[in-house]
């Protein structure tokens, strides 16, 4: 029925478990992908989008990397936006809307095109422990399937509680239940536990909806893509989404219902995502605010079933539908189904170590909400990492982790491991301090070379990106050798209220001005010819513009790295007696042996350590 022994078994096939059981299975590994419904494999349990604000940039780092996620959201978009191009590079983020459903059976084939891996449904209600290491799974039919390295990638099943205002009941999203058993062996084991809330807007039937009242959300005329690959089936039409508000009038109508709100009366007790409130939580923090703004995003290319962005609830469904009924373009909505809060378990992740593989237990990888994150981008670069880390230790190699200055999934796990969360965790472009170096248009340059030298990411990859690096930077010196005269770049310069210059001068530093961008130096004869004569594609004149524009602030910020990285250098014993240490203070001696740091470098970014902890530090080093 199953191999002897796997070399990774995967439970749970979310975001992060798809991903994991990938990459690997794609690294050469004997993998097992368990889950309690084959027919849900990378479900978008509540958003049918991927990407958005640091999100994107997560996406592409994925697929530099050799996952499956970017190429999967490409394949089944419906709507492509490029967020906030009015910014700096730094800050462009993609965004695409997904058919739901197609985003489903896309992951799924994938993953049944991917060699060395195999599939079973059903619930793992316990782990197998060796000693100290984990050596498989029980399932809830009572078999054990043997493993050298599990991830788990509950999501929110671990004891989920659905709630719909003074109604719940168990299950890990609706219509699915929840598992259990793996939360008490964990526990035995000596892991702490905790509770987190998320929550999903009610889904609505399109037919219902009055668009006219609303105002239309039309995606990007230049459609882009995630994926760094070329043969990528790229959409050429999309559906547009439509924004509406909410009105006093439907606050008051949802505030009739706060004693009923499992939120406000007791009954939900755990941390929800700060930054992705419910209306309720909205209206009672926000009381000043008269409106909230609400998006109308369709689930697919032929489904009239709509999700309501921006109302997410856990109010009982008679008041969800009145106070809907009351929004512009509601007024004769109905529902496919409420929205509704979920409880579920996570383990504090400053129980992992950077290669998410738990101190506690060798071999066995968290990855996921069971970290206490949210949201689908996260969890996919967690279940990339734990698969990719799970597959090296099987293979007795060094371990793959990512520094703050290299990815912003490096920033993601530091983050988790070092200073632990107590609500769900979101990635935003300001938890990363040198985010001009991790921008979504270099992921592959970033990336990419790390990931094939382990065998994951492709030789068709690591093609692509010499590529395009030899193109760059022969686009740069270009600019940096050639020569331009006062009557070639004058016209150029008054046309975008630049100041002209009075002699012949390198293209470099005309390029360098903020207001004179590549479409206006192609004017000159000798710039659209290089183009043209070496085949210079959109990605490697637009990367060529970015560091031109850019090169002060992008070598300001690796010098800000190159520092950082010295102290990452120093490392500290494992299992360090920071008792010893009596002239650093309390805090820092009970934070530090709590999280037990690998390096200098992370032990300074310790909630609780200050400065003059990691002098003392350094000096008992012999640094």
Known sequence: MFKKEYDVIVVGAGHAGSEAAAAAANMGCSTLLVTMNLQNIAQMSCNPAMGGIAKGQIIREIDALGGYSGIVS???????????????????????????????????????????????QEMVSGLIIDGDKISGVKTSLGLEIKAKTVVLTNGTFLNGLIHIGEKNFGGGRAGERASTGITADLINLGFQAGRMKTGTPPRVDGRSLDFSKMTEQPGDDKIGQFSYL?????????????????????????????????????????????????????????????????????????????????????LPEDVQFRALRSVKGFENVKFFRPGYAIEYDYFPPTQLMHTLETKLVSGLYFAGQINGTTGYEEAGSQGLMAGINAALKVKSQEPFILKRDEAYIGVLIDDLITKGTKEPYRMFTSRAEYRTLLRQDNADIRLTERSYRIGLASEERMQLVDQKIKKTESFVEFFKQTSVTTSEINPILKANNSKPVDQQGKLFKIFARPNINLEDLKAIDKVSKFINDNDLDQEVQEQTEIQVKYSGYIQKEKANADKLNRLENVKIPRNFDYSQLKSMSYEAREKLTKIQPQTLSQASRVSGVNPSDISVLLVHLGR
Request: charged share 30%.
């Open 230 to 314: 070329k043969n990528i089936n790229k959409i050429t039409k999309q559906r547009s989404c439509y924004m509406t508000y909410t009105s006093p009038e439907v606050h008051d109508l949802l505030r009739e219902g706060f004693d009923r709100s499992p939120m406000f009366n007791g009954r939900i007790q755990s941390n929800g995502p700060r930054y992705c409130p419910s209306i309720e939580d909205k209206i009672d923090r926000f009381a000043d605010k008269d409106r909230h703004q609400m998006f109308i995003e369709p689930e697919g290319w032929k489904t009239i079933e709509y999700y309501v962005n921006g109302f997410s609830t856990s």
């Open 74 to 120: 490409d394949e089944t978009a419906i709507q492509f936006k490029m967020l906030n191009r009015s910014k700096g590079p730094a800050m462009w983020s993609p965004r695409v809307q997904s058919d739901r459903m197609l985003f489903s059976l896309r992951w799924r084939e994938l993953l049944e095109e991917t060699p060395h891996l195999d599939f079973y």
